[in-house]
């Protein structure tokens, strides 16, 4: 199993960091793929990289409010420097909780010239600007190397519409919740070969852990869920995808 999206470098893990890991590897877990969510995050993540440990850079979009948009152009041109190094683009994407969309779509866009540019996949948050990322991508040439919509919370009609685009779609614990209904009815929704598994550890802790700090060893929870949906041959197709999507 691989892990899709697990941001380990964030402090909530400084504490037991390498016992994640153990926990990670004794769970069946391969590999784990880390995304930065800002410029402070790019250079320390690079340091962590190795054969079970790959690493998109990228600016998040919860982020962008709390830099300086005098720095924009500053960081592009930096992340444009290191992406060589790197396996992914992002976390980047397009919260509509966060606030000041245009800029968001600005340096999205920014992202996705970058992924173009360096060949890479990208790694896409979508929250509550579906519409406006739609839009986007009717008129972005998509990267080469593929898009990942990371923590997929899209309804299934939408779904279908991301499909067309060449969309990959990565889902996260919301998936083993006892009430889960959109994210099934998505899950069902997405071609076998697009389909891939993640923690978003720290957050979105899996059924029976609900609440508490997710960690990588739960990703058999998740993938166990949606064997359920999608039968036993969903195991053999979430590694495949994605050693094909990261170039494993």
Request: proline share 9%; aromatic share 6%.
């Amino acid at each position: 199993m691989i892990d899709t999206h697990c941001h380990l470098d964030v402090p909530r893990f400084d504490a037991d960091r390498d016992a994640v890991l153990e926990r990670a590897w004794a769970a069946g877990v391969e590999a784990i793929v880390i995304p930065a969510i800002g410029p402070d995050a790019w250079e320390p993540l690079l340091s962590q990289r190795g054969p079970r440990v790959q690493v998109g850079l990228g600016i998040h979009p919860q982020l962008v409010p709390s830099l300086d948009p005098r720095d924009d152009e500053k960081h592009l041109a930096r992340l444009d420097e290191l992406l060589p190094q790197a396996d992914a683009v992002g976390e980047c994407g397009l919260d509509g909780p966060s606030g000041q969309l245009e800029r968001q779509e600005k340096i999205l866009r920014a992202h996705f010239a970058l992924a173009r540019k360096h060949r890479k996949p990208m790694l896409v948050h979508v929250l509550r600007a579906h519409p406006q990322f739609m839009k986007l991508i009717a008129g972005e040439p998509m990267p080469e190397a593929g898009l990942l919509m990371h923590s997929y919370s899209g309804s299934a009609e939408l779904t279908k519409k991301y499909v067309k685009y060449g969309c990959h779609f990565s889902f996260a614990g919301p998936v083993t919740f006892e009430e889960a209904r959109r994210p099934l009815d998505a899950l069902k929704a997405v071609p076998l070969d697009r389909l891939m598994a993640e923690t978003d550890a720290p957050d979105q802790a899996p059924h029976p852990h609900r609440g508490e700090r997710s960690e990588p060893a739960y990703l058999p929870l998740i993938v166990e869920a949606m064997s359920r949906v999608r039968g036993e041959d969903v195991k053999a197709a979430l590694t495949a995808n994605a050693m094909r999507f990261f170039r494993r």
